[in-house]
């Protein structure tokens, strides 16, 4: 019964999320004030810390608040399963390389064009999942790969 309108209001609140994070990173990095900019990489080891914080407040809460048994899955899921932990090495260095470059994308390009070339992604994985993991598509997940890559492709064109 409330399954509808939450689908949407959750599509409103990513939207809302996506755009405003993208619009105040566009601002912080275009800001013209006295003094250096802060560094991109400050600000992507900063999130990561956060994104630590309150991953390890979750398990905490889950746990009972009982900082021996926080310690123990810690101990646990890290320490005792080393080759697990360092499978997650390459993604995760990955990722913060893009992180980094996100925040040089954004310095340099319009906020608009930024978000629509961001979207470049979404095209990229679902070609690659058809190409090498054999997915098919349907006709409107094809149709939105196509409408993607024709707004990918108007918003690079620069109109004088």
């Known amino acids: 019964m409330f399954a509808e309108p939450l689908k949407y209001l959750s599509l409103g609140i990513l939207v809302f999320?996506?755009?405003?994070?993208?619009l105040t990173m566009r601002y912080s990095r275009t800001l013209q004030g006295e003094g250096p900019?802060?560094?991109?990489?400050?600000?992507?080891?900063?999130?990561?810390?956060?994104?630590?914080?309150t991953c390890v407040g979750l398990v905490f809460k889950d746990h009972g608040y009982?900082?021996?048994?926080?310690?123990s899955i810690l101990r646990q899921e890290i320490l005792h399963k080393p080759i697990e932990t360092l499978k997650l090495a390459i993604p995760s260095g990955i990722y913060t390389l893009q992180n980094n470059l996100l925040y040089v994308a954004l310095s340099n390009l319009d906020a608009a064009t930024y978000q629509v070339t961001y979207q470049l992604k979404i095209l990229t994985t679902a070609l690659f999942s058809v190409s090498m993991l054999?997915?098919?598509?349907?006709?409107?997940?094809?149709?939105?790969?196509?409408?993607?890559?024709?707004?990918?492709?108007?918003?690079?064109?620069k109109i004088p």
């Open 37 to 53: 900019r802060y560094l991109a990489s400050s600000a992507v080891v900063v999130a990561e810390f956060l994104k630590i914080l």
């Open 134 to 157: 054999g997915r098919r598509l349907g006709v409107y997940q094809w149709l939105s790969l196509l409408i993607l890559m024709a707004g990918i492709a108007l918003i690079q064109v």
């Open 66 to 71: 009982s900082g021996r048994a926080l310690s």
């Open 17 to 22: 999320q996506t755009t405003s994070l993208v």
